[in-house]
């Protein structure tokens, strides 16, 4: 039954250390999307994908990158993480309508 | 800049009671809004949406209520129930014909048994 599906649920990684999040998805939608989400605050958009376009927002840092191979999968890869990275990481996906689907998240720590 | 805010960041409700959760927005251009859960641990949970030519929307126990004039939304919990305890997020399109939320900052509901 899962939509959008997040790997792995939980993921630890050293300060400096490369990571990358997975996300899929079963909705054949055309938008996927990573968002940031910080302790008691609101979701915060990092880029999407529309099809096969990369569309960064302006203050999401270099640190940050995304690929989007297939229409089903897209990852998050944090080049250097630094102990501020650590959050929440939210995928969802879209048709072109605006209704956005979240998986269930995984969260980072950075030690 | 503009941007979807709540008037209360914290609410708590007698399970049974009607719960009512605001959020303001300023961006006049917004087309289509759309009210989430999130449970703790958890990713946000589509409840209810509503476009903005309407005023009014209602589903299984929830309503969304639009107002245009004073750029206000609002959600509606009938007999709340413990299991609705969570943060609710409200969010707009960035503008008319946007896929792009902006999302309010969170109304924790906390359900008293």
């Known amino acids: 039954d899962a939509m959008v599906i997040q790997n792995p649920r939980y993921q630890v990684t050293q300060f400096g250390k490369p990571v990358t999040l997975s996300c899929s998805q079963t909705l054949n939608h055309n938008v996927m999307y990573w968002y940031q989400q910080k302790s008691s605050q609101a979701p915060k958009l990092l880029f999407h994908y529309y099809d096969k376009d990369f569309n960064n927002e302006a203050d999401t840092p270099d640190n940050f990158q995304s690929r989007r191979p297939n229409t089903s999968f897209c990852f998050l890869d944090i080049r250097s993480p630094g102990l501020g990275d650590a959050a929440m990481y939210l995928c969802?996906?879209?048709?072109?309508?605006?209704?956005?689907?979240f998986g269930p998240g995984t969260r980072l720590l950075v030690l | 800049g503009e941007s979807v805010g709540l008037h209360l960041p914290t609410l708590s409700v007698q399970e049974g009671d009607n719960s009512i959760i605001n959020c303001a927005y300023s961006n006049s251009a917004s087309d289509y809004f759309i009210w989430y859960k999130q449970e703790s641990g958890k990713g946000p949970q589509f409840i209810i949406d509503?476009?903005?030519?309407?005023d009014k929307r209602q589903g299984q126990r929830v309503t969304v209520l639009l107002n245009k004039t004073v750029k206000h939304l609002s959600l509606q919990i009938a007999a709340t129930q413990p299991g609705d305890s969570a943060v609710y997020f409200c969010?707009?399109?960035?503008?008319?014909?946007?896929?792009?939320?902006?999302f309010g900052k969170g109304t924790k509901l906390s359900v008293i048994p």
């Open positions: 969802a996906t879209s048709s072109s309508t605006e209704t956005q689907y």
């Open positions: 969010a707009e399109t960035r503008g008319a014909g946007s896929y792009q939320l902006t």
């Open positions: 509503i476009r903005s030519n309407m």
